[in-house]
């Protein structure tokens, strides 16, 4: 079976086991419109049945797109390894992640900076999770 090289695929940096967190309801609205999803979690082994990755560069995988619901500050660590990890290029920035240093820092690496929620983007409704 040949792959799809328009598989939709996401990693969701800061995803949680938590279904009350975004980084959770994430994970959920993307699987429903038919993403294959990649959490990223620096402890979890495992969020809604998907294999949890502690970074981005340990995703097997090439991937396109990053969804962050972690804080700026921690953003603009993890921005780095999101810009060395081959093929992703897309970043959201979800409410409550973004901020100027964090946006211009991923300008800066050659990513396109979504600052707006990912959820919404893709047609979903966060209050449905």
Not at 41 to 61: D, F, M, N, T, W
Not at 101 to 115: C, F, H, N, P
Request: net charge positive; hydrophobic share 40%; glycine share 8%.
């Amino acid at each position: 079976m040949r792959k799809n090289m328009d598989e939709k695929k996401v990693a969701i940096v800061g995803a949680s086991r938590d279904r009350m967190k975004f980084g959770n309801k994430a994970v959920r609205a993307f699987l429903e419109k038919g993403y294959r999803v990649f959490p990223v979690h620096p402890s979890e082994k495992q969020i809604e049945g998907q294999p949890a990755y502690r970074s981005v560069l340990e995703i097997p995988e090439r991937v396109e797109m990053a969804s962050f619901y972690i804080s700026s500050s921690i953003g603009l660590k993890v921005i780095e390894e999101v810009a060395r990890k081959e093929g992703m290029r897309i970043v959201y920035l979800n409410p409550g992640a973004e901020s100027e240093a964090l946006i211009q820092k991923g300008r800066a690496l050659g990513l396109e900076i979504r600052d707006t929620c990912s959820i919404l983007a893709i047609g979903a409704d966060p209050r449905k999770y």
